[in-house]
Each structure stands twice: as structure tokens, then as C-alpha cells.
């Protein structure tokens, strides 16, 4: 990028004191509450719904299962669209079709329950979302300065966590008061108020898309070449596939980990989860005020740390509290490196393209989620919970290290930042 380039995005900003001052992050910031205060809603009524028509904890697996085949088999392809399309009319277009999906539907649902529409809408609903997400991530760096934007992904995860844990909350309430079909109902209601929000925002103006003509296949193989050949996404997505699998570990072993017969039962799981959901949300303010002090490199590293250390600590204890600060700790430390990876990603995508590299490091992180958590199911009754978390620890420990010895990722991201300056 030519330092003329470089001054004309920077003058396209606008450069508020507050990232909540500026109304297009306002806007997107509040959508984004509001989308994922729906998912948590969701999250607690699908696999509920399931398990109490069917009894089955297979029928819940599959519907789970499901649910995350589009982030490796969807997201390539939704990034080549994503790259192409308009900016706008991508994000309300897949806030208005997830709401279809959410108001058609469950009305099915409300005359008895059907499996394969169950997982219909499973699958439709995150096939959309591998549209939305690197969509709306790839759209963050033309609305908020360059050096706001490790604080604006740490206030947009910050709005994630905070509806995480009141999404479930609520839900489980109205879920009592309305029953499951209908909760559904009201998310997606959720993602009709998204689309308004995200219809309120000032987009800048998109560059002219040099394939927009070109194959599908062609946007899709250079997609996947770049992000292979550029370093820094390579290490990236391969680092995001350790890291994302070795952490599935955590929350699938909680319920184990809680068990039958400990005093709270599913009251404790949900507790267990909140205290997640809380450093999560702590961490996220703390670097959205402080972040952008520190290098990428090291809110990656830190990150990843923090997970192991942390899991180790839940790993080896068996007090409600203890366990309730360890997860408390994961939380955070996610928080802290999911922020670190997105904007080292934002940081190092070629123009035009960053939707299909951010669509493939979504491919990257979910690629072996699926297989380490069947795994690690069958780990922990073979061996036990404690050991199966040790071994999640160890893993994200060797991430850390692996990590540390990349320094060169903030090395040359200073001298790319340098060579733009002249």
C-alpha cells in the first residue's frame, strides 16, 4: 500500500475519541448484541428440544454434529461471495434469510415434533451465517481507524459474551413460559432487528472487485493459495486449528466433569458456563482499553497461555469455585486470543480478499473440532475427566510455545507499517 493510499483510508474514518461515538461501529456493535443475544436463545432451545422429544443423546450429538458441517464444507465458498458482493446488502440479506429460517420453520414444530426439520434448520442456519461473519469482520477495518481496531474487535467480542450469558438466562425462562418452538420464534425476530441496525450504517466505498466476473473456482483456489502461501496466514489458520480444537475440549467435558451425582447438577453446568462467559466478557473490556498497547503477537501468545494454564487449574480441581475462577480464566484467555488472531488477520489479508481469508481460517479453526471432541468423550470414560483436560492443557501449552517462537509475525508487521510510513 503507497503511504498516499494509506492516508486516504485513514482520512475515510472517522476518528471519534470514543469507538461508540462513531455511529457506523455503533450501529454494527449493537446488531451484533442483539444477533448473538439470539443465538444464546437458540443455543439453549434446539438441543433442548431434541432431547426431551427424542430422550436421546444421539439425536442431540447429530444435531450438534450438524450444525457444524457448514463451517468447513460452506465457509470457502461463502468468502468468494463475500469478497464479491456488496458490503451492506450481504449482511442484511443473511440477517433477513436466517430470520425466515427462524420464523418458517418452527411453526412446523408447533403442530409436533419433526426431526429432519430439526436438522434443516441446524444446517440452514449456519450455512447463512459462514456469509454473515466474514462479512461483517471484513467490514470492521473500513469503519473504525486502523489503531482502534484491536479495540473494536475486543468490544464487538465484548457484545458477544455479554449476550452469551444473558441470551441462555432468559431463554431458559421463556423456554418455561412458551416452550422451545416458539423461543425460536423470537430469535429470529432477533435477526430482523440485526438487519435494521446494519441498514443504518454508512459502508465507505468498496473498491472495484478485480474477479468479480471470474469463476468460482478460480476466486476459490486463489483464496485457498494465498492463504497458504502468505506466512502469516498459514500460521494463522494452522495455529487456529490446534488451538480451537485443543479448547472444544473444555466445554464438552464440563457436564462430565460436574456429573450425575455432584451437588447442583445441571444448576452447576449452568454456572460453570456463566463464570465463563464473565472473564470472556472481562477480558474483552479490559483490551478494548488497553489493547492497543500491546502487539498481536503477544495477545496471541498470552492468549493461548492463559487457556492452558487455566485448564490445567479446572483439570485438577474439584471445588465448584475453584473450578467456576478456572473456567472464569479460559474465558478470558479465549477472549484475549481470539482478538490477537482476528486482527492479526484483518492485519495481513491482501485487498479484496480478506472475506475468503477469514471464511478459510473459520474452515481452519472447525476442521478439527468435531474429531477431538468425539475423542476426547471417549478419553475421559475410558481414562477420566481430569486426564482428558490435562492432556486439552498440554496441548494448548504447546500452541504457546510453538507461538512465542514466531516472533517474527510482530516483526514484520512493524516493518510492513514502516515501509507504509515512507
Not at 189 to 194: L, Y
Not at 217 to 237: C, F, H, N, S, Y
Not at 247 to 266: C, N, T
Not at 374 to 397: C, E, H, N, Q, W
Request: net charge positive; aromatic share 8%.
Amino acid at each position: 500500500m503507497s503511504a498516499i493510499a494509506a492516508a486516504r483510508d485513514r482520512q475515510a474514518v472517522p476518528r471519534e475519541g470514543s469507538l461508540l461515538a462513531n455511529a457506523n461501529f455503533r450501529w454494527l456493535w449493537l446488531a451484533h448484541l442483539i444477533s448473538m443475544f439470539g443465538d444464546g436463545l437458540y443455543n439453549v432451545a434446539l438441543p433442548w428440544l431434541v432431547y426431551r422429544h427424542t430422550g436421546s443423546g444421539a439425536a442431540t450429538a447429530l444435531t450438534l454434529a450438524a450444525g457444524g458441517l457448514p463451517y468447513v464444507l460452506v465457509s470457502p465458498i461463502a468468502g468468494v461471495y463475500v469478497d464479491r458482493w456488496d458490503r451492506r446488502r450481504t449482511l442484511v440479506g443473511a440477517d433477513l434469510l436466517r430470520a425466515a429460517v427462524l420464523l418458517v420453520l418452527p411453526l412446523f414444530l408447533l403442530r409436533g415434533f419433526n426431526l429432519p426439520v430439526v436438522l434443516a434448520m441446524a444446517v440452514l442456519l449456519p450455512s447463512v451465517g459462514r456469509f454473515f461473519v466474514p462479512a461483517q469482520r471484513a467490514a470492521r477495518p473500513g469503519l473504525v481507524p486502523a489503531d482502534s481496531l484491536i479495540a473494536a474487535n475486543a468490544l464487538m467480542e465484548g457484545a458477544g459474551n455479554a449476550a452469551f450469558i444473558a441470551g441462555p438466562a432468559l431463554g431458559g425462562l421463556l423456554m418455561l413460559a412458551i416452550g422451545a418452538a416458539p423461543l425460536l420464534i423470537v430469535d429470529g425476530a432477533t435477526f430482523v432487528a440485526s438487519a435494521l441496525c446494519i441498514s443504518l450504517i454508512t459502508f465507505p466505498q468498496a473498491a472495484a472487485r478485480k474477479h468479480a466476473q471470474s469463476r468460482l473456482k478460480a476466486d476459490l483456489v486463489e483464496g485457498l493459495r494465498m492463504t497458504w502461501e502468505i506466512a502469516q496466514l498459514r500460521m494463522l489458520g494452522i495455529l487456529a486449528a490446534f488451538v480451537v480444537g485443543a479448547f472444544a475440549i473444555v466445554p464438552a467435558l464440563v457436564p462430565l466433569w460436574v456429573g450425575k451425582d455432584r451437588a447442583g447438577g445441571a444448576g452447576l453446568v449452568g454456572t460453570l458456563m456463566a463464570a465463563f462467559f464473565i472473564g470472556a466478557l472481562s477480558a474483552s473490556l479490559l483490551v478494548a482499553r488497553i489493547g492497543r498497547r500491546w502487539p498481536r503477537e503477544r495477545l496471541i501468545v498470552w492468549g493461548i497461555f492463559g487457556m492452558a494454564v487455566a485448564t490445567a487449574g479446572f483439570a485438577v480441581t474439584g471445588d465448584a469455585l475453584l473450578g467456576s475462577v478456572a473456567l472464569a480464566a479460559v474465558g478470558a484467555g479465549l477472549t484475549v486470543y481470539n482478538v490477537g488472531i482476528l486482527s492479526s488477520l484483518q492485519r495481513f489479508s491482501p485487498t479484496g480478499a480478506m472475506g475468503r481469508v477469514l471464511a478459510i481460517n473459520d474452515m481452519w479453526a472447525w476442521s478439527l473440532r468435531s474429531l477431538v471432541v468425539l475423542a476426547a468423550g471417549i478419553a475421559a470414560d475410558r481414562f477420566g475427566v481430569r486426564p482428558t483436560l490435562l492432556v486439552g492443557g498440554a496441548a494448548l501449552l504447546v500452541c504457546s510455545g510453538l507461538t512465542v517462537n514466531a516472533g517474527w509475525l510482530c516483526r514484520q508487521e512493524r516493518g510492513q507499517e514502516a515501509s507504509e510510513a515512507v
